[in-house]
């Protein structure tokens, strides 16, 4: 039976680096480890992993990775997209294969294509696989919400959408008024930073990038507990280090796993992004450091 009770925390993990560009599996599975202790109600390996820039061998080993250390313990979110429909169907099927319980696409962007082509490209994709989907709505590859609710109606495997389309507030209210009465169920992303208000507006579920899983963990628990205002404060509390994991991928993937670093979940010398990433600055990295002393997070 499709899987439609995902909600909560799924947090993007951080592909550890070295210098040599090479993964670092001892601390992928640390990570996976400290995030199940923190949580999270499940992970995903997606954009903020840097999925885009790994080799096919290097996907099956990130995934088989951390289906193996997870173990079951929490849901399991793959990205599998690709600018063309085989290349999508091959690697969603390669990810089932592989454990993943669900799948995260987003349409197709290198060239402009009309949205009954991307509806389409969805509809075969759902048709190749067994698990269900997260539609990614992004602003380079944007899913409109009457798009993602005629994907829902198609197939009942494309039952989820994570919303991410700045402005993402508008954006979940115009989504679940569309999705009212159809099967499509609202996650939010953009780095949480807008969760709370997402939850009031229907999602059911926040995917963050990896280094606040404990403190999204919480916000969720205060919602869900009816305390929306507990739940403002942890953001508010965090609000500095939010806004400074708010940069572009690339640039965002080193200040990602600097953080991984400093709490103690990746050791020093895999922080590196896969090229290209723009690097921050010294001071950057020194500005991080203060807000995250302030936080009381180094070491944990």
Not at 24 to 42: A, R, S
Not at 262 to 270: K, L, N, Q
């Amino acid at each position: 039976m499709l899987d439609r009770s995902m909600k909560g925390v799924y947090p993007i993990l951080s592909a550890p680096i070295n210098e040599k560009g090479q993964l670092v599996m001892e601390d992928l599975e640390n990570q996976v480890e400290w995030m199940i202790g923190k949580g999270v109600d499940g992970m995903g390996i997606a954009v903020a992993t840097e999925i885009y820039k790994f080799t096919e061998h290097e996907r099956d080993e990130i995934l088989s990775t951390v289906v193996r250390v997870n173990n079951g313990r929490v849901k399991i979110v793959m990205n599998t997209g690709g600018e063309s429909t085989a290349v999508a169907i091959f690697l969603s099927k390669r990810a089932e294969e592989l454990g993943a319980d669900a799948l995260m696409i987003r349409p197709t962007s290198f060239i402009s294509i009309a949205a009954s082509e991307n509806i389409e490209y969805f509809g075969r994709i759902a048709e190749s696989v067994s698990l269900p989907i997260f539609l990614q709505d992004q602003n380079t590859a944007p899913v409109p919400p009457a798009m993602a609710v005629t994907c829902a109606e198609r197939h009942e495997n494309l039952c989820y959408i994570k919303v991410e389309t700045p402005p993402t507030i508008p954006r979940m209210g115009e989504t679940q008024k569309l999705a009212e009465g159809s099967d499509l169920i609202l996650f939010g992303g953009a780095g949480g930073a807008f969760a709370v208000e997402e939850f009031k507006r229907g999602s059911v579920g926040t995917m963050p990038g990896s280094t606040l899983p404990d403190m999204f963990v919480r916000v969720w628990n205060h919602y869900q507990a009816g305390d929306v205002d507990a739940a403002n404060a942890e953001m508010r509390r965090h609000q500095a280090l939010i806004g400074m994991l708010a940069q572009g991928q690339g640039f965002a993937n080193w200040v990602y796993k600097h953080i991984m670093v400093r709490r103690g979940v990746f050791s020093p010398g895999s922080e590196f992004a896969r090229h290209p990433a723009l690097k921050p600055d010294a001071e950057h990295f020194k500005e991080i450091d203060g807000v995250l002393e302030s936080l009381d997070l180094i070491g944990k």
